[in-house]
């Protein structure tokens, strides 16, 4: 799997780049191509300490709350162990992904927010990708079946 990283926005796209960035508009050029960007778990059921606090958990839930028909939710929290949210140690952004395809951005900021984001989403199959982004320790990514 290619990795491509916007170096405005630091937005990701897996594959191909398809058009502009579609978080800040940057045209194709801005992308650089970077295969070792995100961090993964070493052993998927044996996280190390840091892994604990970036690796983003998923939870889909089949009934959504708002929207009673044709809608799933999406939760994700970022680490097993909630990441920090401090000025100087937090989480910038999460990014939602449906089979590789950008859906949407989820800015945060340090001290107020949890590390955490959701979606309402149209989408009832596929693989849901969620990375996000430490300001200190980088991308760390996570997927689920929907």
Same mark, same amino acid.
């Given at each position: 799997?290619?990795?491509?990283?916007?170096?405005?926005?630091?937005?990701?796209?897996?594959?191909?780049?398809?058009?502009?960035?579609?978080?800040?508009?940057?045209?194709?050029?801005?992308?650089?191509?970077?295969?070792?960007? !995100?961090? /993964?778990?070493?052993?998927?059921?044996?996280?190390?300490? #840091? &892994?604990?606090? %970036?690796?983003?958990?998923? *939870?889909?839930?089949?009934t959504?709350?708002?929207?009673?028909?044709?809608?799933?939710?999406?939760?994700?929290?970022?680490?097993?162990?909630?990441?920090?949210?401090?000025?100087?140690?937090?989480?910038?952004?999460?990014?939602?992904? !449906?089979d /590789?395809?950008?859906?949407?951005?989820?800015?945060?900021? #340090? &001290?107020?927010? %949890?590390?955490?984001?959701? *979606?309402?989403l149209?989408?009832?199959?596929?693989?849901?990708?969620?990375?996000?982004?430490?300001?200190?320790?980088?991308?760390?990514?996570?997927?689920?079946?929907?």
């Open positions: 799997m290619k990795t491509y990283v916007c170096k405005v926005c630091g937005h990701i796209e897996f594959d191909e780049i398809t058009g502009n960035c579609p978080v800040c508009g940057a045209p194709q050029t801005s992308f650089e191509d970077k295969p070792d960007i !995100i961090h /993964k778990p070493g052993e998927p059921t044996n996280f190390t300490e #840091p &892994e604990k606090k %970036h690796i983003p958990s998923i *939870l889909v839930v089949k959504c709350g708002l929207i009673p028909q044709g809608c799933m939710d999406v939760h994700v929290k970022v680490g097993e162990v909630e990441h920090p949210m401090l000025k100087e140690h937090y989480i910038t952004f999460i990014d939602f992904y !449906i /590789k395809k950008y859906l949407s951005r989820v800015y945060l900021t #340090p &001290e107020r927010l %949890h590390p955490a984001a959701a *979606l309402h149209k989408a009832d199959t596929g693989v849901l990708t969620a990375v996000e982004h430490c300001n200190i320790h980088g991308y760390w990514m996570a997927e689920k079946n929907l």
